[in-house]
């Protein structure tokens, strides 16, 4: 195994989470990738997995502005106000991707995306409530895996943009 060890669920990694383990050595990431014996494809499932809290769960959200995809890195505690993401990064239209188009643009499943190793060079936005976290686990490839990092590793890796997926409250 070239990159960082993998840790847990028996066997060595799924052939997705080793390419992923695989980029994320190559990007300088020293967490271990985990797999579990049972499901993380949710922010919930993956929170109950680890014992930590749902906000610092980081979901991979493939979405479609106008023709283009985009990876929305997202607190898995919050919800993506899409009309008022699209403002933000000025798409006339805003919608999640459905399954094939996720595996088109990231090369990995639904309930699996990590933030990495994709086969595109998709637009990345990351959601600025994910930096209150100090560690923060993000999918690793496949629908039981997960990494740890961090607010500002996720942004030097994906090169992402930050932003807000939910409008300030005015109350």
């Known amino acids: 195994m070239r990159g960082p060890a993998a840790e847990g669920g028996g066997g060595g990694l799924h052939p997705s989470a080793q390419r992923v383990a695989d980029a994320l050595a190559d990007a300088g990431v020293n967490g271990t990738v985990r797999q579990f014996d049972r499901p993380t494809r949710t922010s919930k499932e993956a929170a109950e997995a680890l014992g930590c809290p749902l906000r610092a769960i980081a979901s991979c959200l493939v979405l479609v502005a106008d023709d283009e995809s985009v990876v929305l890195i997202k607190s898995g505690a919050h919800r993506a106000d899409l009309d008022h993401l699209g403002a933000q990064v000025g798409a006339g239209v805003l919608r999640q991707a459905n399954a094939d188009e996720v595996r ?58 930050t932003v807000t997926i939910e409008p300030e409250s005015t109350s």
């Open 104 to 161: 088109a643009a990231t090369g990995q499943p639904i309930g699996g995306v990590a933030p990495v190793n994709w086969p595109t060079s998709p637009r990345v936005l990351i959601d600025a409530s994910l930096r209150e976290e100090p560690t923060i686990w993000s999918a690793a490839g496949t629908p039981n895996t997960v990494f740890p990092t961090t607010f500002e590793e996720l942004e030097r890796i994906t090169g992402a943009v």
